[in-house]
């Protein structure tokens, strides 16, 4: 087995492209049924035309007219053959025409042989070429597509496990990763327009540039789907922003990490889970796309625990954090709307965040009494004597919601309304206020009121199952210029 991991030069170039005969080309497989048929037709058709007849998977079929071989598979993989059989015309080298499958009528107009084959069935579909086969076509295309990959390769024994290989090179988060090998790259890269030697960040805390070939490296690693991709690669994109700080976000000794809300029809397409337990297990997009991105920092950028991640107790939420607003479904917009992206534009938004806690209010049934709740929950933020340091995210469930959208509240009202409980006077506040010696500094003692967040810093998201009135909140890391801000991004694909 060979992994390509880091650092170092191409392997192979692409295999030029076989020139297709002038005259008539038939791709066919002697398993296609359809293929089968057709050979009456190819004895008669070989008999007024130049015919050259290619054969998938038996060298001996059809017998006559005799086929060439492409086994290999070099023909059918370099002229996209997707369907058998294919009829292709060709002049000078060049393909001028196709029809894929048998009609009588498709076959005569492109060859002009009229009465072809009169014993067969006017029309039958073809079968699904071998070049397209799901179990081969990561194969070719790392054999005639030419590698793109620039990574180095690290060879593994045969009789090396390649999983323990990887977890004592210290390349997991300590669950195991999938070895990237080069077919599994080159599949993932399918997953973007994007050119593999593009650079897409500067990853801290070591500064490495990291190109799109080196995140598709580490989301084969966490699982990841090819098309999941453009989310990895956008999710990177706005973690290493200076704005975002994750440097600091290692070097913090809090138990916070990036945080990746996505929304837009592009989660329902790759079916990310916005309904229940959608902060939880059981999703392979929104466990493999968080994951990525941790998997980026620590093994291309350095980030890993013990070293620049400083994290006193850590969170769970570190393996991979990341799920879906249900926005389509949403009262009251979305998180990346309040940032600025359009309705339908796909997005994502990375905040610095702690694992989720849990807001219960079962009995609430007027909006008044539910905001008070959710203010009484969200002095505890971090410290319920600090304020404005830290920002915070509410993934309200669809119950709690519909309290408020029945009542006619907006994104707008509710974070007002919450706002308005979360007020306290500076001598509640100050240090040493009721025995406690946390608390905001004397200066502050003769304010009468003082907000918890920071304008902006109480942002709102809708996620999550419907059997219970339950939301989630959010708590942030240390927010503004000396420490992180939410940054929101559109999907690139």
């Known amino acids: 087995m060979t992994i390509p991991v880091n650092n170092a030069v191409p392997v192979n170039k692409a295999v030029d492209a076989p020139t297709l005969p002038d005259g008539?080309?038939?791709?066919?497989?002697?398993?296609?049924?359809?293929?089968?048929?057709v050979v009456p037709a190819l004895a008669q058709l070989a008999e007024h035309v130049r015919l050259t007849v290619y054969t998938q998977d038996e060298p001996g079929f059809p017998e006559s007219p005799a086929a060439i071989d492409d086994t290999s598979l070099a023909v059918s993989w370099h002229h996209e053959i997707e369907?058998?059989?294919?009829?292709?015309?060709?002049?000078n080298g060049v393909e001028v025409d196709r029809t894929i499958g048998w009609s009588r009528t498709a076959w005569e107009s492109l060859t002009g042989v009229g009465s072809l084959a009169p014993d067969l069935p006017a029309m039958r579909p073809g079968c699904g070429s071998m070049s397209v086969d799901p179990d081969l076509v990561d194969a070719l295309r790392v054999r005639f597509g030419g590698s793109v990959l620039a990574a180095r390769r690290v060879e593994v024994a045969a009789a090396e496990d390649p999983m323990e290989m990887m977890f004592n090179r210290g390349w997991t988060d300590g669950l195991p990763v999938v070895p990237p090998t080069e077919e599994r790259v080159m599949a993932m890269l399918s997953g973007t327009?994007?050119?593999p030697s593009d650079i897409v960040a500067t990853v801290p805390p070591d500064l490495v540039d990291i190109t799109v070939e080196k995140v598709a490296i580490a989301a084969v690693m966490a699982g990841c789907k090819p098309e999941y991709l453009p989310w990895v690669l956008t999710a990177v994109e706005a973690a290493c922003t200076d704005d975002f700080n994750m440097h600091g976000l290692l070097a913090t000794t809090m138990p916070v990490g990036p945080v990746i809300v996505c929304s837009g029809p592009g989660t329902r397409a790759i079916g990310m889970n916005s309904g229940g337990n959608a902060l939880g297990q059981g999703n392979r997009a929104n466990l493999t796309i968080g994951r990525a991105l941790q998997l980026v920092i620590r093994n291309f950028g350095g980030g890993r625990p013990g070293e620049v991640d400083r994290a006193a107790h850590g969170s769970p939420a570190k393996i991979s954090f990341c799920f879906a607003e249900a926005d389509d479904t949403s009262p009251y917009g979305r998180l990346a709307g309040e940032h600025g992206l359009d309705d339908g534009v796909d997005g994502l938004t990375v905040f610095a965040g702690e694992g989720p806690h849990c807001m219960v209010d079962q009995l609430s049934r007027e909006p008044e009494s539910l905001a008070k709740s959710f203010a009484l929950k969200l002095q505890g933020v971090n410290?319920?004597?600090l304020i404005m340091m830290f920002d915070v995210i509410v993934v309200m469930g669809p119950e709690h919601a519909r309290v408020f959208a029945d009542a006619g509240w907006d994104r707008e009202r509710i974070v007002a309304e919450i706002s308005s409980h979360l007020n306290r006077s500076g001598a509640e506040l100050v240090r040493g206020a009721d025995g406690i010696a946390e608390g905001v500094p004397e200066a502050f003692a003769s304010a009468e009121s003082l907000p918890k967040f920071r304008p902006g810093g109480l942002m709102l998201t809708y996620a999550g199952g419907g059997a219970g009135l339950f939301s989630q909140i959010i708590g942030g890391w240390v927010n503004?210029?000396?420490?992180s801000?939410?940054?929101?991004?559109?999907?690139?694909?």
Not at 24 to 36: A, G, H
Not at 84 to 91: F, G, Q, R
Not at 480 to 483: I, L, M, V
């Open 83 to 91: 369907t058998v059989p294919t009829l292709i015309k060709v002049e």
């Open 485 to 493: 801000k939410p940054v929101t991004r559109p999907v690139v694909y």
């Open 24 to 37: 008539f080309v038939v791709v066919v497989k002697q398993e296609c049924e359809t293929c089968q048929t």
């Open 480 to 483: 503004g210029d000396k420490g």
């Open 383 to 385: 410290h319920p004597k």
């Open 193 to 195: 327009s994007r050119t």
